[in-house]
């Protein structure tokens, strides 16, 4: 069972296009992480949001904390080819057990 | 910073052989995690160590996986016999404390092929 979900699992669009991906769990957790990973590479941390409701931002990506601190979702602005990659949220839960999610396979067309 | 250094990038092996996987983590991080990733099951946390000792090894899938971390700059996860359900791509990664808010780098992982 996986504690993070991750929905899409897969998307693919066009350069230029907004996108959403979201990351849910019936459990809360202390903190929650945004992983980029590209092909043959490790993943590559984004973000950390620690508050429920907090909102990041880093460029064209927007990173949003549940108020319930349960799930967090990421978009992206006008996606450019360079996002393309694979996007993990991942979670320290309140027994400090550290989870990846199910992954979201990002693809962007030129 | 040479970052997280993984042996060997790619290892084949039979089933039945013993395989051992080498990580270098950063200097001076004091937590050092072992994940494994398959397109099934995604990313899965194997075991953490913390100042060289293991805390949580409940995600090593069996006897057949061990772990050791003889001191801060080197640590190895072993899989002895090996089986091809054990062919996926293993990542070490460290930390500077290992709490939840830390940032996790990770090692370019090992492709380990067990025909």
């Known amino acids: 069972t996986q504690l993070l979900e991750q929905s899409p699992q897969f998307l693919s669009i066009q350069e230029g296009e907004n996108l959403t991906v979201y990351c849910n769990s019936s459990?809360?957790?202390?903190?929650l992480q945004w992983y980029r990973q590209e092909p043959g590479e490790g993943p590559v941390l984004l973000v950390t949001v620690v508050t429920g409701g907090e909102v990041k931002k880093l460029k064209r990506l927007t990173f949003q904390f549940g108020d319930a601190r349960k799930d967090s979702s990421l978009h992206i602005t006008a996606a450019q080819p360079g996002d393309t990659g694979l996007y993990l949220c991942?979670?320290?839960?309140?027994?400090?057990?550290?989870?990846f999610g199910t992954g979201t396979s990002l693809t962007v067309i030129p | 910073d040479a970052g997280v250094i993984q042996s060997p990038r790619h290892e084949v092996t039979e089933m039945g052989q013993e395989v051992t996987l080498r990580c270098k983590p950063i200097s001076g991080h004091n937590s050092l995690f072992w994940y494994r990733q398959t397109m099934m099951r995604g990313l899965e946390l194997l075991i953490y160590?913390?100042?060289?000792?293991?805390?949580?090894d409940s995600g090593m899938p069996e006897d057949r996986f061990s772990a050791k971390m003889p001191n801060a700059s080197f640590s190895t996860l072993k899989i002895q016999p090996s089986e091809p359900r054990d062919s996926a791509v293993y990542f070490c990664?460290?930390?500077?404390?290992?709490?939840?808010?830390?940032?996790?780098?990770f090692g370019p992982g090992t492709r380990l092929t067990v025909l």
């Open positions: 990664a460290s930390s500077l404390t290992g709490m939840g808010t830390d940032t996790q780098y």
């Open positions: 991942a979670g320290d839960d309140t027994g400090n057990q550290f989870y």
């Open positions: 459990s809360v957790f202390s903190s």
């Open positions: 160590f913390n100042n060289n000792v293991p805390i949580d």
